[in-house]
């Protein structure tokens, strides 16, 4: 059996009205630039719904505790505005998954490029 392997993978969904997504996007992109640029960011990537375009999720995978998260990389400022200006559009609520990652030999990464 594996054992799990350091760090975090983080997995939020939100939903939203499909003409909000230029301002979702315009919200987004420089939260997400100053997330993959935090060191302990392993991975980040968006997902979007082909069926519901409004719905978007994404995957980001953290080098440490769950606590560290919260106590640490939650509280960061840039933040603040992304979610004074995301959260008024969710038509549902936000739906946030945390699971400790399993690591090798579970795990590989492709580049489509």
């Known amino acids: 059996m594996a054992s ?3 760090g975090i993978s983080l997995h939020v969904t939100v939903h ?7 301002k ?3 919200a987004m992109h420089p939260v997400y630039e100053k997330v993959i640029a935090e060191p302990e960011c392993t991975f980040f990537e968006i997902y979007q719904s082909p069926e519901n375009p409004g719905t978007l999720s994404w995957v980001e995978n953290w080098s440490q505790s769950l606590e560290w ?5 939650i509280k960061k400022p840039y933040y603040h505005d992304y ?3 995301t959260e ?6 936000r739906e946030v998954k945390i699971y400790n990652r399993v690591g090798a030999p579970y ?3 492709k580049s489509t490029n």
């Open 4 to 6: 799990p392997s350091a």
């Open 16 to 22: 939203i009205s499909p003409e909000n997504l230029p």
């Open 24 to 26: 979702f996007w315009e």
């Open 69 to 73: 998260l919260f106590e640490v990389q």
């Open 83 to 85: 979610l004074a200006v």
């Open 88 to 93: 008024p559009m969710f038509i549902k609520p």
């Open 107 to 109: 795990y590989m990464v």
